[in-house]
């Protein structure tokens, strides 16, 4: 597999990961151990996946890590989900953030189908 740092999915979910980090710096500090740690956690989680999958340097490894980070690109969707109505997120955060964690996913899925294809090969 290629260097994760020149995938369009990998700096995606960079790009997210960054962007929780950013909102969650502004949720109530008793949420500190609570759902700021789990959405920075998940995702985090995405891009280090990815890495890891590329690292292993077997197909089907990296398609486990894809399937690992892809859960995770699922779980956050949720945590975004649970911060806006707990009105932590702005609704246009809340979109912002969705549509990353959607665009991610719909990558992922394409990028495992790809690896797939490829260890079918």
Same mark, same amino acid.
């Given at each position: 597999? +290629?260097?994760?740092?020149?995938?369009?999915?990998?700096?995606?979910?960079?790009?997210?990961? /960054?962007?929780? &980090?950013?909102?969650?710096?502004?949720?109530?500090?008793?949420?500190? &151990?609570?759902?700021?740690?789990?959405?920075?956690?998940?995702?985090?989680?995405?891009?280090?996946?990815?890495?890891?999958?590329?690292?292993?340097?077997?197909?089907?490894? @990296? =398609?486990?890590?894809? $399937?690992?980070?892809?859960?995770?690109?699922?779980?956050?969707? =949720?945590?975004?989900? /649970?911060?806006?109505? /707990?009105?932590?997120?702005?609704?246009?955060?809340?979109?912002?953030? +969705? !549509?990353?964690?959607?665009?991610? $996913?719909? @990558? /992922?899925?394409?990028? @495992? $189908?790809?690896?797939?294809? +490829?260890? !079918?090969?």
């Amino acid at each position: 597999m +290629t260097d994760f740092k020149q995938l369009k999915v990998w700096k995606k979910a960079h790009e997210m990961a /960054l962007n929780t &980090y950013r909102l969650t710096s502004t949720f109530p500090k008793d949420e500190m &151990y609570g759902l700021t740690s789990q959405l920075r956690r998940s995702a985090a989680s995405i891009g280090a996946n990815i890495a890891e999958g590329c690292g292993r340097r077997s197909d089907g490894e @990296m =398609y486990r890590f894809l $399937q690992i980070a892809r859960g995770s690109a699922c779980e956050i969707e =949720y945590h975004f989900l /649970l911060a806006r109505d /707990l009105r932590f997120l702005s609704e246009e955060s809340f979109r912002k953030l +969705t !549509s990353q964690a959607d665009e991610v $996913q719909r @990558m /992922l899925t394409a990028l @495992m $189908q790809s690896v797939r294809a +490829t260890k !079918s090969a």
